[in-house]
């Protein structure tokens, strides 16, 4: 007996009724002949892992600009903590580990250099207008490998349903959309307080209150309700009113406190003119783009393709293109 199918089967018998399981997945856009070792969910995951877009993530801004400290979270360990937040409720919910970790792990692949900064300056300059969530979903279906990875139906909708008023299909998309935000509450106002934007005297007393007083004690609280409001709910994922309302109060102060004007963001509106001067640029020189987005250039959008290059730059590449074609370099001999 094949690996994978001992692997269905046993899915079958152990997850809830409620899981999404890998033997009755909506499929791929191109079918493919299936592994014999991994399940359709497993295969996706070890697609995203080896994929060039996932390993940019660790040179990606998560809230500081190009961190220099050793322990501030890029894009790529946000990436981490929501897969493991979200691995955690899903086993404990008997629903389907592989499928919750490879919507996790690909959630932001579309993200851009600079984070959010980079994000809203590609939408004020792209015409069609510029989200990362889409962008995510286009690197999976387009541009990893110059054709696609060719996910699952279930992952795509996860990635792409990750943000935004729709909810994904599936009760493991659901959850990967709720362990991003308690993710990202909880390990930027742990690096706020590391850079000296915040203390912890500062943040809302209720808050401490209702979902605890350390990094520890809150995302324990959060996982912990979400796992105990659903285990006998079914058609969605979500968590107790009263520690919804919590959460929401701590990331509304986040807002207030750090994403908005905060110390923290005080490079974005330089990162912002180097995203902006790029798109223009290219967009009026698209002979200087390398070669694979040069030859899709000259047979499609120019606007899109370049939009393409820039988000899927890291930080310190947006940074070096910009001193090329910006900067004057030093003369040498």
């Known amino acids: 007996m094949e690996i994978r199918l001992r692997s269905e089967d046993t899915e079958r018998q152990i997850l809830s009724p409620q899981a999404c399981l890998s033997s009755a997945t909506r499929g791929r856009e191109t079918p493919e002949e299936e592994c014999a070792v991994r399940t359709a969910f497993q295969r996706d995951r070890d697609r995203i892992i080896h994929s060039k877009a996932f390993r940019r993530l660790k040179h990606k801004t998560q809230v500081f600009t190009i961190p220099e400290g050793d322990h501030y979270r890029t894009r790529l360990t946000h990436t981490l903590e929501v897969a493991q937040i979200a691995r955690t409720v899903a086993r404990a919910l008997r629903l389907n580990e592989d499928l919750t970790e490879a919507v996790a792990l690909a959630h932001d692949l579309g993200h851009t250099p600079f984070g959010h900064a980079g994000e809203d300056a590609l939408n004020e300059v792209y015409t069609p207008g510029f989200q990362h969530n889409f962008q995510s979903l286009r690197v999976v279906d387009v541009l990893e490998v110059g054709r696609g990875l060719n996910l699952t139906w279930e992952v795509r909708d996860g990635i792409v349903n990750h943000t935004g008023p729709v909810r994904p299909a599936t009760l493991e998309g659901q959850i990967v959309k709720i362990a991003d935000r308690v993710a990202y509450i909880n390990h930027d106002i742990d690096d706020a307080i590391r850079g000296g934007i915040l203390t912890v005297e500062q943040l809302p007393e209720k808050c401490l209150e209702e979902l605890g007083r350390t990094h520890r004690e809150r995302i324990n609280t959060m996982v912990l309700d979400l796992i105990h409001t659903n285990w006998n709910r079914s058609g969605m994922v979500g968590m107790s009113p009263d520690i919804q309302a919590a959460t929401d109060h701590l990331r509304n102060f986040l807002f207030e406190r750090v994403y ?74």
């Open 260 to 333: 908005i004007g905060s110390d923290a963001k005080k490079e974005e509106a330089k990162a912002r003119h180097v995203v902006q001067r790029l798109f223009y640029y290219f967009n009026r020189n698209p002979e200087n783009l390398p070669g694979e987005y040069l030859e899709r250039a000259r047979s499609g959008d120019v606007e899109r393709v370049v939009c393409d290059y820039i988000a899927g730059m890291t930080d310190r590449f947006a940074i070096r293109i910009f001193q090329k074609y910006f900067l004057p370099l030093p003369w040498v001999d």
